[in-house]
């Protein structure tokens, strides 16, 4: 009786549950009605920041897949690692509507002529009714975001871009490779491109060295960008990272549930009503996760996240202020 309250008042517009931010569980529905599994994918590429090219070693806190840890091994074709993984998710949900979703390192860090079969392949695969695509800002040359444009007018596209923090000392900190203004510029070429292509910011919380006055200006300054999607990370400690090195040796602190929550609540009412969560937290592999040990809890998390904004009464993009 209480949730089915708070549905019912709940003042927030893109929501027909009791959340009261854009949920990406609601955005499927509105686009595709209902559900769709995103499949991972690992098509083999390398990052910037670990061939050499802006530096070496990569993210203090990426593990050796490149955040590709969930998606089938390279080894195999793409073709193969859909089939796998739909397989394994059909015992747990429908099936019928996927993503395929190149997760794993830089996919738009290879020429044109590799790029382009795979993601038509992609296209291609049975029941995909979009395609996602995780890369940097500093990776987007021009014929590849035409080529992207292209595709943005034949499926629902969404280019996932990872930012993390807009302060450059921060990026230099955890080797990110690029800057603020270079992650603007490879966002307003993808914007100018087509409006067709959605573009989804990666932010992550808890960083070395930030407060959440630093995390919140962030989320300001990605706010004014209006971007379709964003994704809200913790930091996680993995094992076999430099992050892990700095985490045994002292020289970083996990951040506590407490603050996390704190500081997801305040920036969701910063960030502009209609752009959709595509979450608040995430998943470290569980063998490998050093801290915080209290994010494996992930769903407790999110109730609390929940609670909180229901107690105070507040909704995502309350506190919006668009410049333009």
Same mark, same amino acid.
């Given at each position: 009786?209480?949730?089915?309250?708070?549905?019912?008042?709940?003042?927030?517009?893109?929501?027909?549950?009791?959340?009261?931010?854009?949920?990406?569980?609601?955005?499927?529905?509105?686009?595709?009605?209902?559900?769709?599994?995103?499949?991972?994918?690992?098509?083999?590429?390398?990052?910037?920041?670990?061939?050499?090219?802006?530096?070496?070693?990569?993210?203090?806190?990426?593990?050796?897949?490149?955040?590709?840890?969930?998606?089938?091994?390279?080894?195999?074709?793409?073709?193969?690692?859909?089939?796998?993984?739909?397989?394994?998710?059909?015992?747990?949900?429908?099936? @019928?509507?996927?993503?395929?979703?190149?997760?794993?390192?830089?996919?738009?860090?290879?020429?044109?002529?590799?790029?382009?079969? $795979?993601?038509?392949?992609?296209?291609?695969?049975?029941?995909? %009714?979009?395609?996602?695509?995780?890369?940097?800002?500093?990776?987007?040359? !021009?014929?590849?975001?035409?080529?992207?444009?292209?595709?943005?007018?034949?499926?629902?596209?969404? %280019?996932?871009?990872?930012?993390?923090?807009?302060?450059?000392?921060?990026?230099?900190?955890?080797?990110?490779?690029?800057? #603020?203004?270079?992650?603007?510029?490879?966002?307003?070429?993808?914007?100018?491109?087509? !409006?067709?292509?959605?573009?989804?910011?990666?932010?992550?919380?808890?960083?070395?060295?930030?407060? &959440?006055?630093?995390?919140? @200006?962030?989320?300001?300054?990605?706010?004014?960008?209006?971007?379709?999607?964003?994704?809200?990370?913790?930091?996680?400690?993995?094992?076999?990272?430099?992050?892990?090195?700095?985490?045994?040796?002292?020289?970083?602190?996990?951040? !506590?549930? @407490?603050?996390?929550? &704190?500081?997801?609540?305040?920036?969701?009412?910063?960030?502009?009503?209609?752009?959709?969560?595509?979450?608040?937290?995430?998943?470290? $592999?569980?063998?490998?996760?050093?801290?915080?040990? #209290?994010?494996?809890?992930? %769903? $407790?998390?999110?109730?609390?996240?929940?609670?909180?904004?229901? @107690?105070?009464? #507040?909704?995502?993009? $309350?506190?919006?202020?668009?410049?333009?």
């Amino acid at each position: 009786m209480k949730q089915t309250t708070q549905v019912r008042n709940n003042p927030f517009p893109y929501s027909d549950t009791n959340k009261r931010y854009y949920t990406y569980d609601y955005y499927l529905k509105q686009t595709f009605g209902g559900k769709c599994a995103k499949i991972p994918l690992d098509a083999g590429l390398t990052c910037p920041n670990i061939d050499g090219r802006c530096g070496t070693g990569g993210c203090i806190y990426c593990s050796g897949r490149g955040s590709g840890d969930f998606a089938q091994s390279s080894s195999l074709s793409l073709e193969e690692q859909y089939r796998r993984t739909r397989e394994q998710l059909s015992s747990k949900w429908s099936v @019928e509507r996927c993503i395929p979703y190149f997760q794993a390192h830089t996919n738009t860090y290879a020429p044109l002529f590799v790029l382009r079969p $795979m993601f038509e392949t992609a296209l291609a695969l049975p029941g995909a %009714v979009g395609l996602n695509i995780a890369t940097r800002a500093d990776c987007l040359p !021009e014929d590849i975001v035409a080529y992207l444009a292209d595709l943005s007018h034949r499926t629902v596209l969404t %280019v996932e871009l990872g930012l993390q923090s807009s302060h450059d000392r921060t990026a230099a900190l955890i080797n990110r490779g690029h800057s #603020w203004a270079q992650f603007c510029q490879g966002y307003e070429a993808l914007r100018a491109a087509s !409006e067709d292509i959605h573009v989804c910011v990666h932010l992550i919380f808890g960083l070395p060295g930030e407060s &959440e006055q630093d995390m919140l @200006e962030t989320v300001r300054r990605v706010a004014e960008l209006h971007p379709h999607q964003v994704k809200i990370h913790l930091l996680h400690v993995l094992k076999g990272t430099v992050l892990a090195d700095m985490y045994e040796r002292g020289e970083y602190v996990q951040m !506590e549930r @407490e603050d996390y929550i &704190e500081t997801v609540v305040k920036a969701l009412t910063l960030l502009p009503p209609d752009t959709v969560i595509g979450r608040l937290t995430g998943d470290g $592999m569980a063998d490998d996760l050093l801290a915080p040990e #209290w994010s494996r809890r992930k %769903v $407790m998390v999110l109730n609390d996240i929940d609670k909180r904004l229901f @107690e105070r009464n #507040w909704q995502q993009g $309350m506190n919006f202020e668009s410049k333009k």
